[in-house]
Structures are given as structure tokens and as C-alpha cells.
Nanobody, 128 residues
């Protein structure tokens, strides 16, 4: 089992920045690819960003490319999502997820069904 706990969400204004953190425990963190997903009210959960087990590759949804940065610190068992230039459409509950996967296939890493473990989510609200 892997336990994931997100933090760092909040209420910000358009153009502001936030950094989300996801702390993992329970298994060897470096054995897992990590992803961030989000779900807005009335919408399906969508892919935001993903990072391979060793941090060697990162992937982003087109809607956040150039504004968000995913990173990980395997020594701290933590994955981060730095979010800059936030927009009202970024408002959602953000979830981190873990997939025991040592490859770098984007088509796999962008799919929520690939992930075995999920956090409880953290709310991000961007006001206009």
C-alpha cells in the first residue's frame, strides 16, 4: 500500500502561484511514477502532469504547459506541482497518484486508470 497526502491548495487570485505537495509513505517511493490530476465541479477527472520514477521525464496537459512544473524529491518521498500564472479555469480539486511503473510511456502516464494509489485531494480555487 502507498499512502498519499496532498497539501498546499488554497484560494488565490488570477495570476498568482501555488505549490502543491504530495507526501508518500508505505512503499519505496522511487518505484513509482507519479501523476497529478484534477477534477472541477461537474467535470470528469483530467490529467495535469506526470513524472517518471526517476524524474527523468515529465509530461503535461496542453492546458498547463508552460505554467505548471512537476518535480519530485525521492529522498523526501514527495512530488510537487508548481503552478504559476493561475487562471480561474484551473479551479479544481487536485489529486496526486502513484503507479508502480519504470517506463516513460506518455500514453500510459496520462491515463487515470494506470494509477493504483490516490490521495484525498486538495482544493485549488482561483478567483477572477
Amino acid at each position: 500500500q502507498v499512502q498519499l497526502v496532498e497539501s498546499g491548495g488554497g484560494l488565490v487570485q488570477t495570476g498568482d502561484s501555488l505549490r502543491l505537495s504530495c507526501a508518500a509513505s508505505g512503499r519505496t517511493f522511487s518505484n513509482y511514477a507519479m501523476g497529478w490530476f484534477r477534477q472541477a465541479p461537474g467535470k470528469e477527472r483530467e490529467f495535469v502532469a506526470a513524472i517518471t520514477w526517476n524524474g527523468g521525464s515529465t509530461y503535461y496537459a496542453d492546458s498547463v504547459k508552460g505554467r505548471f512544473t512537476i518535480s519530485r524529491d525521492n529522498a523526501k518521498n514527495t512530488v510537487y506541482l508548481q503552478m504559476n500564472s493561475l487562471k480561474p479555469e484551473d479551479t479544481a480539486v487536485y489529486y496526486c497518484a502513484a503507479d508502480r511503473y519504470f517506463g516513460s510511456d506518455y500514453s500510459r502516464m496520462r491515463e487515470s486508470v494506470s494509477y493504483d494509489y490516490w490521495g484525498q485531494g486538495t482544493q485549488v480555487t482561483v478567483s477572477s
